[in-house]
């Protein structure tokens, strides 16, 4: 029995914590039966529909169900992902002035080809900086590196 219940707690404790990111469960049958609704139970609801029927999938990839397959997941998104799960990377490699991780993640914030070099060279003299805001948060990387990138007239149009 654990090893049944224990799984499918987790299931549903992963999707309760996705209907509540952003602005609630997205697009699917569960967010269409449950549109208009907000709080907790009803974002969750909706997100455990979707995520127990598969729709959203089918959704996303045939644009029914109020599913956009052009905005499936947001810049800003993959940027804060990215960012999370690459930190101790970039950090080794901002201090080196160039690297792999950073390349990507100048291409997800669309630096162009000809400004990834001013971009690496800020980034490693802003790293300090980036540091101290990497201890507060994901998202607080991403501002600094606005904000430095604000300071400079070639990469300031890059920001957010």
Request: aromatic share 8%.
């Given at each position: 029995?654990?090893?049944?219940?224990?799984?499918?707690?987790?299931?549903?404790?992963?999707?309760?914590?996705?209907?509540?990111?952003g602005?609630?469960?997205?697009?699917?049958?569960?967010?269409?039966?449950?549109?208009?609704?907000?709080?907790?139970?009803?974002?969750?609801?909706?997100?455990?529909t979707?995520?127990?029927?598969?729709?959203?999938?089918?959704g996303?990839?045939?644009?029914?169900?109020?599913?956009?397959?052009?905005s499936?997941?947001?810049?800003?998104?993959?940027?804060?992902i990215?960012?999370?799960?690459?930190?101790?990377?970039?950090?080794?490699?901002m201090a080196?002035?160039?690297?792999?991780?950073?390349?990507?993640?100048?291409?997800?914030?669309q630096i162009q080809?000809?400004?990834?070099?001013?971009?690496?060279?800020?980034?490693?003299?802003?790293?300090?900086r980036?540091m101290?805001?990497?201890?507060?948060?994901?998202?607080?990387?991403?501002?600094?590196?606005?904000?430095?990138m604000?300071t400079?007239?070639?990469?300031a149009?890059?920001?957010?």
């Amino acid at each position: 029995m654990k090893k049944v219940v224990i799984p499918a707690a987790l299931a549903i404790l992963g999707m309760a914590g996705y209907a509540q990111a952003g602005n609630g469960p997205g697009c699917g049958w569960g967010a269409t039966v449950w549109k208009g609704q907000s709080g907790f139970f009803a974002h969750t609801s909706a997100a455990t529909t979707n995520g127990t029927t598969y729709n959203q999938l089918f959704g996303l990839t045939s644009g029914t169900a109020g599913c956009d397959p052009q905005s499936v997941v947001s810049n800003e998104f993959q940027r804060e992902i990215f960012v999370s799960s690459n930190m101790d990377n970039l950090s080794r490699e901002m201090a080196r002035g160039g690297g792999d991780h950073l390349d990507v993640l100048a291409s997800l914030m669309q630096i162009q080809e000809q400004d990834k070099a001013k971009f690496y060279s800020l980034t490693q003299a802003e790293l300090p900086r980036l540091m101290n805001a990497a201890d507060k948060g994901t998202s607080n990387v991403l501002a600094a590196l606005d904000d430095v990138m604000l300071t400079d007239p070639i990469l300031a149009k890059y920001a957010r």
